[in-house]
């Protein structure tokens, strides 16, 4: 079925063009344009200035409606401007339509705001092209495309405005080309306005150039493109061919040792890095706050570990910066990966590579210290090994010792067998000093694990200068290029491959990759991909083709992308394009590009269930906050990392019920108003605080219009700094899919007249799964309607009954007549005696059932009884060890053999025990 894969590529691509929408804009002054602003600054333009001063009092306005709509408008510069009439389905519409569009940021620095541009990103303006149809005397088919290869990009200086000029002379005879060459020429807004009245017949391009915000556009014309390359090859990659034909592919390496590192791993984690590693394509589950970014730059760093190149690519780029700040705080790895995602990538990479080809910023590693390195790192992961060995035996032995030194009655046998026990375990070392020595062991193994990944990498870079000097200076040489022209003849001569032995980890959103890299089948060993459930089969297709093996982390229980997409025009692509009858009769099933995510498609398609791994430990919210979800969506299945005695009883759900209505705009104002003063009295109470204890605050609601309603609210009632301080972020679900804040205000805008359709949309779980889980510390409700007055098993009703007020503390076991254990309480009596109030037996820690947990001077300890017959016999496994050390509780192995035969050395180590600072 290979053949199939350019049928299905032209599939994937028509669906994909029909969702597309371009930035495009008719008239500066249109509502689809706000903030608008006129300047002018000559050098600016042309790229020698990399920021340009703006007028205060209309940035500070821009600068806080950045902060409530960034994530959908964006502000762009509009150079060149295209005015006359034209006629529109029928009506005249007046045109004042940039030629470029340029996408530019603002900053604050130092009491200024300041914009800068992305060159690499600027387009030509398509509802220009299609004004501009009216003067095609020379038929061009596709006008845009073809403004597209002729006219200029990049810096508008003296050569480009000329050359700019001649092209569109020779297309458009009649447009009249006025003072282009005083280009960034001043004007004022009634200025331009009049210039536009005056424009009765004809169109004439003015060298003007302004400023304003736009709806950022749906879709990448870079993908557009890619995929019609690959539809028009022959090579695809393995990962592909993995998903789209029959073909079963072997796995692509054998089971690898691979090298320790930095930092502490779950036994998923583990999994996930030996599937990346051996497996054509693994899917990874990640629920909310289970450390997917974390997880992402462990397998970065593994494979980097093992001399491969790995690309990380999401749909939203901060996602993938998220990444890259964790591959250099927590792996401590700096300076490793490529942040294709920053717009000024290409100035720093280039920097970079000039120090590096002129021998600076290169750390020789000598080999000898490196070997060095590498035999300490052996000689720790030898000693770690021994000591887990040791511990697994010790705990057999307990057990063993523990039976017969509480048994009335021995046999001979017996006798002698504890008399041999006893011999054995005198003078041997304690349990939890071996367990100290493993925890030493451990830290010393990650840190020289830090120090081989880092002399890798210095390895790889130092010998990819030696060998690939060319390459990389043809690569400075393409990156300094102003036009894409020239950086693709640039690009053409360059071995990526060979590029990648110094460069190894690049990070991209997806969108921009054909900007970043070449289209190579296979040209990275590992393509991860993040956020799946958000990315269309379509969009990821360039990404996979660049792979040999591919990792997809998404979670299935959240929210899919969007598509506007009929089922009856799909099912024409499918059929125009002539898919496989077995495509063709599944297509819901199988590839439906409106229906599913990528994530989907990769969940149907693989071969093998353990290459589906979940990712099981929850970081990020208080136990109160995610058990609804954990129980409802998730099957119990998580293990809440952020649960001890310190917040079992912890309210931080809280309903506001109200009397609100929704109007018929679909607002609830009397919600809106709550909110505001809820938020007010946190900015009002943390403005004195250190900026690092300000309180992040999310509103969400299900609904647009409330959303919009709440924007403008917000807008008027804090100033920038305060939404700055606060990150506050505003929006529906699909808004905060991948966010996440300390306060989460929710207003459900449902009333007693609220319709079924409403219900009915609140009530799919993925829209009910992301409101309810983004908060960190504490989430309001705010609710116009009494809980009795909702559909009686609607989620909605279940989550208030059960989540609305305070949920009852973990239960704690009580002892019974026959469960009674006189060594848990002879250590519990002991441990009161320390001064300490707070034992708890049997206690939830992060999912795991502790014997005890003590609460000592505000700090929580776990104490893990072995030996003793009965319910606390058994020692934790080195893998629940592991999982409390990551969450920097400290935890004491107490044998009942020492506790007997050792009273006083065994009674003095649990005091100095409870002493120690959790990390």
Same mark, same amino acid.
């Given at each position: ?9 032209? /599939?994937?691509?028509?669906? /994909? ?13 249109? !509502? ?7 300047? +002018? ?9 990399? *920021?340009?001063? =703006?007028? +205060? ?18 502000? /762009? ?127 004439? &391009? ?38 789209? !034909?029959?073909?079963?592919?072997? $796995? ?9 590192l930095p930092v502490l791993l779950s036994k998923n984690q583990k999994a996930i890095l030996q599937a990346a590693a051996t497996q054509t394509i693994t899917m990874v589950n990640g629920p909310p706050g289970t450390g997917k970014s974390f997880t992402i730059a462990a397998i970065a760093a593994d494979r980097l570990s093992q001399g491969e190149s790995v690309l990380i690519a999401a749909k939203n780029p901060q996602a993938?910066?998220?990444? %890259? ?51 300490? #790192?052996?000689?720790? #992961? ?12 010790? %705990? ?82 393409? &990156?300094?290029?102003? *036009? ?53 089969? %379509? ?58 995510? #990528? ?42 990392? !952020? ?43 943390? @403005? ?13 609601? $299900? ?8 924007? @403008? ?6 100033? +920038? ?10 929006? !529906? ?20 007249? *609220? ?22 510390? %504490? ?22 009954? +059960?989540?609305?007020? =305070?949920?009852?503390? $973990? ?83 107490? $044998? ?24």
């Open positions: 079925m290979a053949n199939a894969l350019p049928a299905i590529t032209r /599939y994937l691509r028509a669906c /994909y063009q029909a969702d597309y929408r371009a930035v495009n804009l008719l008239n500066f002054f249109s !509502t689809k344009a706000n903030h608008q602003h006129l300047f +002018t600054d000559e050098a600016f333009l042309q790229g020698t200035l990399e *920021t340009l001063p =703006v007028d +205060t009092d209309w940035a500070s306005s821009l600068s806080k409606h950045t902060y409530l709509h960034g994530k959908e408008e964006q502000l /762009y510069v509009h150079a060149l401007f295209l005015v006359g009439r034209t006629q529109l389905l029928g009506k005249q519409r007046t045109v004042c339509a940039p030629l470029y569009l340029i996408p530019a940021e603002l900053h604050h620095l130092q009491e200024v705001y300041q914009v800068s541009l992305d060159f690499s990103g600027m387009v030509i303006n398509p509802a220009l092209a299609d004004v501009l149809q009216e003067l095609n005397t020379g038929n061009i088919p596709s006008l845009l495309d073809h403004l597209n290869t002729i006219l200029p990009t990049g810096p508008l200086d003296f050569e480009h405005l000329h050359d700019l000029e001649l092209q569109l002379a020779s297309i458009f005879p009649d447009l009249v080309l006025n003072d282009l060459d005083a280009f960034p020429k001043p004007i004022s807004e009634q200025s331009l306005k009049q210039s536009i009245r005056k424009q009765k017949e004809g169109f004439t &391009l003015l060298p003007h150039t302004g400023l304003a915000m736009m709806q950022k556009a749906s879709g990448s014309l870079g993908i557009l493109n890619e995929l019609e390359t690959i539809a028009q090859g022959t090579t695809f990659s393995p990962v592909l061919r993995e998903l789209f !034909t029959n073909d079963d592919l072997a $796995p692509t390496n054998k089971k690898q040792t691979p090298t320790p993938v910066e998220v990444i %890259a700040d964790k591959l250099e705080r927590d792996f401590q790895l700096p300076g490793i990966a490529i942040r294709a995602t920053r717009k000024d990538y290409r100035k720093h990479l280039r920097r970079r590579l000039k120090d590096w080809l002129n021998g600076l910023g290169v750390k020789y590693v000598y080999p000898s210290d490196q070997k060095r390195v590498k035999i300490e #790192l052996d000689t720790f #992961l030898s000693q770690t090994a021994n000591l887990e060995e040791i511990l697994a035996l010790r %705990a057999d032995k307990e057990l063993s010792m523990g039976k017969l030194m509480t048994k009335n009655y021995l046999s001979w046998r017996e006798r002698f067998q504890r008399w041999r026990l006893r011999r054995a375990f005198d003078g041997i070392t304690p349990m939890w000093e071996l367990h100290q020595q493993l925890e030493q062991a451990s830290h010393k193994l990650q840190h020289r694990s830090r120090k081989h990944l880092e002399g890798l990498f210095s390895e790889c870079l130092t010998s990819a200068l030696r060998t690939h000097r060319n390459e990389l200076q043809q690569t400075w040489e393409a &990156l300094k290029s102003k *036009t894409g022209n020239q950086k693709e003849r640039y690009f053409n001569q360059i071995n990526f491959r060979k590029l990648l032995s110094a460069l190894p980890v690049w990070l991209v959103d997806s969108s921009h990759i054909q900007e970043v890299l070449p289209l190579e089948a296979g040209l990275f060993d590992l393509v991860i991909i993040d956020e799946a459930s958000q990315s269309d089969m %379509a969009s990821a297709f360039p990404l996979l083709q660049r792979a040999k093996r591919a990792v997809i982390v998404g979670d299935p229980k959240q929210l899919r992308h969007v598509s506007f997409l009929s089922r009856e025009r799909q099912f024409g692509f499918a059929q125009r394009f002539q898919l496989p009858a077995t495509e063709l009769n599944n297509l819901q099933q199988r590839l439906s590009y409106r229906d599913h995510s #990528l994530l989907d498609l990769v969940s149907n398609r693989i071969q093998h269930q353990q290459n589906i791994i979940l990712l099981d430990e929850h970081f990020r919210s208080l136990p109160g906050i995610i058990n609804f979800s954990n129980v409802n969506f998730y099957r119990s299945k998580l293990k809440i990392m !952020t649960a001890h005695p310190h917040n079992h009883a912890q309210k931080c759900i809280f309903l506001h019920r109200l009397n609100g209505e929704r109007d018929a705009s679909g607002h609830n104002i009397k919600e809106a108003k709550a909110i505001l003063r809820k938020i007010r009295s946190t900015v009002d109470q943390e @403005k004195e605080l250190d900026s690092a204890l300000h309180q992040s605050i999310g509103l969400l609601s $299900p609904f647009r219009a409330q959303v919009d309603f709440l924007r @403008k609210a917000v807008k008027e009632a804090f100033s +920038t700094e305060e939404l700055a301080r606060h990150r506050i972020l505003i929006g !529906t679900p699909h808004d905060f899919q991948g966010e996440e804040r300390d306060l989460m205000l929710i207003s459900w805008v449902v009333d007693a007249t *609220t319709p079924a359709g409403t219900y009915r949309y609140l009530a799919k779980e993925n829209v009910f799964n992301v409101s309810i889980t983004r908060a960190r510390a %504490a989430q309001y409700m705010f609710l116009s309607v009494d809980v009795h007055q909702l559909p009686a098993d609607h989620l909605l009703t279940r989550y208030l009954q +059960t989540s609305g007020t =305070v949920e009852a503390p $973990p239960a704690i076991a009580q002892k019974s007549s026959f469960d009674t254990d006189p060594f848990l309480e002879e250590v519990s009596q002991f441990i009161a005696q320390q001064g300490t109030s707070t034992i708890l037996e049997n206690y939830p820690i992060a999912g795991l059932e502790i014997d005890l947990v003590v609460v000592y001077q505000d700090r929580t300890y776990c104490i893990d009884l072995i030996g003793f017959p009965g319910v606390y016999e058994m020692a934790l496994p080195l893998e629940r060890w592991r999982m409390l050390e990551r969450l920097g509780i400290p935890c004491f192995s107490l $044998p009942y053999s020492q506790w007997v035969n050792s009273p006083e050395e065994s009674r003095q180590a649990l005091k100095a025990f409870l002493s120690v600072t959790p990390k």
